[in-house]
Nanobody
Framework: VQLQASGGGLVQAGGSRRLSCIVYGAVVRLAPIAWYRQAPGEQRELVADMDSTGSRNYAASVTGRFTIEKDNDKKTMFLQMNNLKPEDTAVYYC?????????WGQGTLVTVSS
């Protein structure tokens, strides 16, 4: 299983960004998926996840601003981020749990300027 993340970059506060992650070797339709992030000097934290039934959960800090989505046909997962804040600056990682193992993308950096 391999995950390829993209979509990071520099964005102004209040702006939007959409992260993508192509999943190879796992069935996105069946697998729990998630996005994590790690800010400089901080531990990696869960941002949003979606279980195999489509039920979503969000960190309190992003609720109402971020949306986790997936396209089963394109084998791709997304993180739509709106109303970005400087504190959202971090490396974002996509995650898939497949056959009882966790798989990670390489990380994509999102920098939000004030």
């Amino acid at each position: 299983v391999q995950l390829q993340a993209s979509g990071g970059g520099l964005v102004q506060a209040g702006g939007s960004r959409r992260l993508s992650c192509i999943v190879y070797g796992a069935v996105v339709r069946l697998a729990p998926i998630a996005w994590y992030r790690q800010a400089p000097g901080e531990q990696r934290e869960l941002v949003a996840d979606m279980d195999s039934t489509g039920s979503r959960n969000y960190a309190a800090s992003v609720t109402g601003r971020f949306t986790i989505e997936k396209d089963n046909d394109k084998k791709t997962m997304f993180l739509q981020m709106n109303n970005l804040k400087p504190e959202d600056t971090a490396v974002y990682y996509c995650n898939v749990r497949w056959k009882s193992r966790d798989f990670w993308g390489q990380g994509t950096l999102v920098t939000v300027s004030s």
